[in-house]
């Protein structure tokens, strides 16, 4: 079942949902045969990202709670501050920056962003943020992100970075410097990861259209929508 959960985030990270749904089907049914809780929860973050992802809201939602409702009483943070990262995106992915913030800013505060589930959860966050109008703090996070970024040479998180940029500098008027990030993170988000260059070919034309570049701004919206189509992440289509 672990070695199945592994294989489904792979898989989701390579754009291959439908290998990624049937791999935590199994490692699910597995797990549920044998009884062994801590197994069945390491499975249903997983579980929540991938049906976050293909847009199952309610199966995403209830994968999340139930991990957390298993392993929160006995202190599994690993489990729990997965739970958390995969809460956290399927809120941003339905639009609702309040409710992403009230559970990643816990998880990033608590765990540091030297933790890889917090990295991971960065971007959410500052989005989260950015959308609430709390500019300060999300250029706060952004640059201890960068610092992490930098500091493990990770290209996810270098896009995310740069995606992340581009939004707070567009949160500041600041269209120039949002094209320039938003253009690094394009470049930075890897070809086998079609989500991320998904959400990064998003913001660059949501800039772009700001910026008045109604060609640019149509040409990467419509990249961002045949990614998010051909996956298909239809809450972010």
Do not use: C
Not at 11 to 34: F, K, P
Not at 182 to 197: I, K, N
Request: aromatic share 4%; no cysteine.
């Amino acid at each position: 079942a672990i070695v199945l959960n592994t294989l489904a985030e792979v898989e989701l990270r390579r754009g291959h949902t439908a290998e990624a749904l049937s791999a935590v089907e199994e490692a699910t049914e597995i797990a549920d045969y044998w009884g062994v809780v801590h197994a069945e929860a390491a499975v249903l973050p997983t579980t929540a990202l991938v049906r976050g992802t293909i847009g199952d809201v309610d199966e995403a939602r209830h994968a999340a709670e139930r991990a957390l409702e298993l392993m929160r009483p006995v202190g599994y943070d690993v489990i729990v501050r997965s739970a958390e990262r995969a809460l956290g995106f399927l809120e941003i992915s339905l639009g609702d920056a309040a409710a992403a913030h009230a559970v990643l800013e816990p998880l990033i505060t608590g765990s540091g962003l030297r933790h890889p589930t917090a990295e991971a959860a960065a971007a959410d966050e500052i989005e989260a943020l950015l959308a609430l109008g709390m500019v300060a703090d999300a250029e706060a996070l952004l640059a201890a992100f960068a610092t992490q970024a930098e500091r493990t040479r990770r290209p996810r998180a270098s896009a995310a970075v740069a995606r992340s940029a581009a939004l707070a500098a567009a949160a500041r008027d600041d269209l120039d410097a949002a094209l320039g990030h938003a253009d690094r993170a394009v470049v930075l988000a890897a070809a086998w990861e079609p989500f991320e260059r998904g959400r990064a070919l998003l913001v660059l034309g949501l800039v772009s259209r700001r910026a008045k570049r109604r060609r640019a701004a149509r040409e990467a919206l419509e990249s961002a929508l045949a990614v998010f189509d051909a996956l298909p992440a239809p809450l972010w289509a």
